[in-house]
Every structure is written in structure tokens, then in C-alpha cells.
């Protein structure tokens, strides 16, 4: 029978860990992943394949210093999300080769990449939550990013801190992409042209994280946040009301979440069958039909649109250069910060 550890056992796991002897039947799995993620995917797959999983939750930066210190002597067989090109590029030898069965089902855009990455999920896209009721005293419907600019709107716009918040960050980056022309979008003078624009409405203010965006729409202290899909859909699923996610007309993007088989892994058979489940059929309906499930699988094919999570085909999709966000991710911060400050 799949047992999932407890938290209390998992954090004696993390000092045993080193001594045990792993029996048949065993996934150990180090993850950033919220619960959605481990309810729908993980557990699932442990109950199918009745297979015991020994989890280490902790969040992405913490999952690779141990995996780097234990480089040697690996106790995880799977790193489940978190994994990213830049990751497998700098670090070579921390997982192992495999495509998993399936992968030629996945758009092109998000099958694996170098061997390694699994993509099962994709995340992060941004959007606007918009107090529904402050709407309507403005006069006009909020579609885009240049609706931000409406004057009106000055201080009534909540956002994070980039610096301090990975889906700021993150929104920073679509904005970008979005509102960019030429080459490369992330250094267009027309984007960061927006952005100054963007700050100026901001007029001083940041929130103290990402979920105060959402909550700030919802209570009316603000008439516009810049938040991320996952968040405002789960919040809208759990019962708020008055609001409602804006995908902007500009563009959005769709960041593929990936994981990945540790080099070394002892149990590699449940290590592969692992990876195959994540992209199987089977586990990308369940993401898609799960009630009160905000995830969207890789597989776009199989998503099924709900009144808070719309299809693919209805929106300006856009294809985020990760590679170049991630290995630029400072100069784009130093450029945003000299602007905040001006």
C-alpha cells in the first residue's frame, strides 16, 4: 500500500537518510512543488503503481545545495519540478539521460530538451486580477497592459517586488516580451519604455509579497494587481468573488516546469516510470479534469477550459526566451531598479 511520509517523518528522514536501505517499491523525491502538484501527481502515481514515496518537500534552492552535496552518494532518485536548462547546463552530471515514453506527444516548443528535463506542467503566466466592482467606476473594461496607463489608475495598481517575488519577476519578464519589439524584446527601448510608465503608476507603492496582490484586489484597496495564473485561478476556484483574471491582449507566456532523474538514482526503474507517468495521458487528464484543479499539464491538447482557467486558442500565446531571463535575470533587475529609484 503507498504510504506518503508525514512531515515530522520526513524531517527524520533527512537524518537517517543516509544509512537506509532502500527497499523494492521505493521513490525518494526531493521538491519545491506545492500540494496541488503533490496531491494530484505524486500521490496518484504512488497509489497506481503502489509504490512508496519518501519525500523531502524544501523549496528549489534548498533541493540542489543537497543535491550538490550528496553528488557523490545520491539519496533522491528524482528531482519532481523545480529543474530548468540552466540548471542541467551548469551542472552536467547532477542528473541522468532520459526521454520519457510520450515525449514525442508534447508540443515541440516543450518536449525534452537536452535528455534530461521532463516538462509536465507549465506554469507561471501572468496576469491581472481586477476588483470588478473599481472597474466599473473607471468606465472601461481592463484588457492589456496600456489599460494600466489609464491615469485613473495611478496608485490603484498592486504589484510585488521583483527583486523579492519570483512571479513579479516573472511578470516583469512578460512585460517585457509583451510590450518589446525588434530582436531581442527584453532590451527594447519600446518595453523599457512601459515600464517606466508602469512604475510612475505605481506611484511608490509595492506589496509585501505575491498573494497580497490578489488579497489587495479582493478587499478594494486596489483596482488592478499583476499576479500569476495559478494563484488568482485558485484563489477564484476557493470562492472569491468580485473579481476576475485578465489574460493581457498584448501577450502571455507559459513557462514549462520541468524534473528530472538524479544521477545515481537507486530505485531508477520507479525513476523512469516516474517520468513516464508525468507526461502520460492518463496523469495529464487528471491535472486538466481534477475538481478544483489549477494546473495546466504540458500536454495543451488534453486541457480542459474551466470559468477561471481559459483555453490556450483564446489567448495571445508568446514564447518566453528562459534561457536569456535566466542567465540575464540581475541586469534586468539592476534595469528596473534604476528606474524605481529615479
Request: glycine letters at 8%; one cysteine or more; aromatic letters at 10%.
Amino acid at each position: 500500500m503507498r504510504k506518503l511520509l508525514s512531515l515530522a517523518l520526513v524531517l527524520a528522514l533527512a537524518v537517517l537518510m543516509p544509512v537506509l536501505s532502500l527497499a523494492d517499491g521505493s521513490l525518494v523525491v526531493y521538491t519545491p512543488n506545492p500540494d496541488a502538484e503533490i496531491q494530484y501527481i505524486l500521490n496518484t502515481f504512488a497509489e497506481k503503481y503502489d509504490v512508496e514515496i519518501e519525500m523531502m518537500s524544501m523549496g528549489t534552492g534548498e533541493c540542489y545545495t543537497r543535491l550538490l552535496a550528496e553528488k557523490d552518494a545520491p539519496i533522491a532518485d528524482v528531482m519532481f519540478g523545480g529543474v530548468e536548462s540552466t540548471w542541467t547546463h551548469d551542472y552536467p552530471d547532477l542528473f541522468m539521460t532520459y526521454v520519457a515514453n510520450g515525449n514525442e506527444k508534447l508540443p515541440a516548443e516543450y518536449q525534452n530538451p537536452d535528455g534530461m528535463i521532463t516538462n509536465y506542467i507549465l506554469g507561471g503566466s501572468c496576469v491581472l486580477i481586477v476588483n470588478e466592482e473599481l472597474e466599473a467606476e473607471l468606465g472601461t473594461k481592463i484588457t492589456c497592459y496600456n489599460d494600466l496607463l489609464n491615469p485613473a489608475l495611478k496608485g490603484m495598481i498592486a504589484s510585488a517586488d521583483p527583486n523579492a517575488s519570483s512571479s513579479s519577476f516573472a511578470h516583469l519578464s512578460n512585460i517585457l516580451l509583451a510590450m518589446g519589439d525588434g530582436e531581442n524584446p527584453y532590451e527594447s527601448e519600446a518595453a523599457w519604455n512601459y515600464v517606466a510608465q508602469l512604475i510612475d503608476q505605481l506611484d511608490g507603492s509595492l506589496t509585501s509579497g505575491s498573494s497580497a496582490v490578489y488579497k489587495g484586489v479582493a478587499n478594494g484597496e486596489y483596482t488592478v494587481g499583476l499576479s500569476y495564473e495559478v494563484g488568482v485561478a485558485g484563489f477564484i476556484a476557493n470562492g472569491a468573488e468580485g473579481v476576475r483574471a485578465v489574460y493581457p491582449t498584448e501577450g502571455v507566456c507559459w513557462t514549462p516546469v520541468g524534473s528530472a532523474i538524479v544521477n545515481g538514482a537507486k530505485n531508477l526503474d520507479n525513476a523512469k516510470l516516474f517520468m513516464d507517468w508525468l507526461i502520460s495521458d492518463e496523469c495529464q487528464t487528471i491535472m486538466a479534469t481534477a475538481e478544483g484543479s489549477v494546473l495546466r499539464g504540458v500536454r495543451t491538447d488534453l486541457f480542459v477550459p474551466t470559468d477561471y482557467m481559459p483555453a490556450f486558442d483564446t489567448l495571445n500565446l508568446k514564447q518566453e526566451n528562459s534561457e536569456y531571463t535566466s542567465g540575464n535575470k540581475q541586469t534586468i533587475l539592476d534595469h528596473w531598479n534604476d528606474l524605481w529609484n529615479k
